[in-house]
């Protein structure tokens, strides 16, 4: 297993008191393989990925408890110094905004070669090479020529190529993707998108994407984890969540997408908000927003029941869920 994700919990302690944002989250990924962790804003997928990489604001936030075991080690366990060594250059995350997280002063060859300079003991010359490799491997244009560019001389669909090549410029074994395709427009995230398929098909790398867009992930995910309210209420293979969730939530999210089919009606809104991290109901913290909770939904949190094989479901009563997309 390339990485184990165990027990994971991460707390805020804030003047208002303490917002617990990941609540026993567990999932794993393989080399090879794509895990898709959806989700609404403030569910916890992002707060996850950075307790995994080790970039967790320290405070106000604290992992309170859990493992994450990334080839056998446990990274929490690991000094500082030994977690730098893993960053970047054993495993890598792309951010979301790519013109804040790239710096405004330097070219983007530069930034890229750093990684060579700091990692591989490279020096400025061979680095500056080496971006240009990499603007050439994600598909930028002239990369020779728009290498001593600066990132606001980039589109946002380059400036997030630019991110990609980034975290592969050392080919790490692991990347975390958290909303790659945000602020872009739809056929650009389709091209962001098949280039991290097939860079991670090329160098048989684990991927976690970290998204709210089911469409996004139809084509390239292997298996979901659907967070809410910084619990993981289901995972499944990809394909059994589209034909048939088994959590009201999830079911949700499905029916949010717009369809061709159904021109001129409506869109399906999930009722309610999200509850605050810092007074999550007892219980299912869905069940305010459920359609069909009931009074065992108020006082009993679901565990995560075996629906079948791999796939689990934590609602009380994810038999009926199924049900209703059977009939």
């Known amino acids: 297993m390339l990485l184990e994700v165990r027990d994971l919990h991460v707390e805020f302690h804030t003047r208002e008191g303490v917002a617990k944002a990941v609540n026993g989250v567990s999932y794993s990924v393989d080399a090879g393989e794509t895990l898709a962790v959806l989700g609404e804003s403030g ?10 990489m080790g970039i967790l604001d320290v405070p106000p936030g604290r992992i309170s408890g859990g493992e994450v075991l990334f080839q056998g080690r446990d990274l929490l366990k690991l000094k500082e110094d030994q977690r730098r060594k893993v960053r970047g250059a054993e495993m890598a995350m792309i951010f979301q905004d790519a013109l804040s997280s790239l710096n405004p002063v330097l070219t983007v060859g530069q930034q890229l070669g750093e990684m060579f300079v700091v990692h591989r003991g490279m020096s400025r010359k061979d680095a500056r090479a080496k971006a240009v490799e990499l603007m050439d491997r994600v598909r930028i244009p002239a990369a020779a020529e728009r290498v001593g560019q600066y990132p606001h001389q980039f589109s946002g669909g380059m400036r997030q190529r630019i991110m990609i090549a980034m975290a592969l410029a050392l080919e790490p074994s692991l990347i975390i993707a958290d909303e790659p395709t945000t602020a872009l427009d739809v056929t650009v995230q389709a091209q962001v998108m098949d280039l991290l398929a097939e860079l991670q098909r090329e160098l048989n790398m684990g991927l976690i994407l970290i998204t709210h867009d089911l469409g996004v992930v139809a084509d390239v995910a292997d298996k979901i984890a659907v967070m809410y309210a910084g619990r993981i209420v289901e995972t499944a293979p990809v394909h059994d ?8 939530y999830t079911r949700g999210l499905l029916d949010s997408i717009p369809r061709l089919d ?31 909770a009931r009074d065992v939904c108020t006082t009993d949190e679901p565990p995560l029941y075996e629906v079948s094989g791999v796939r689990r479901s934590a609602c009380h009563f994810w038999r009926e869920t199924l049900d209703d997309v059977d009939n």
């Open 43 to 52: 569910s916890g997928k992002s707060v996850t990925a950075q307790a995994i």
């Open 241 to 248: 969540i589209y034909k048939a969730p088994a959590h009201p």
């Open 262 to 292: 159904q021109k001129g009606q409506d869109l399906y809104a999930i009722k309610g908000l999200p509850p605050s991290l810092l007074n999550i109901p007892p219980g299912c913290a869905f069940n305010p927003r459920c359609p069909r």
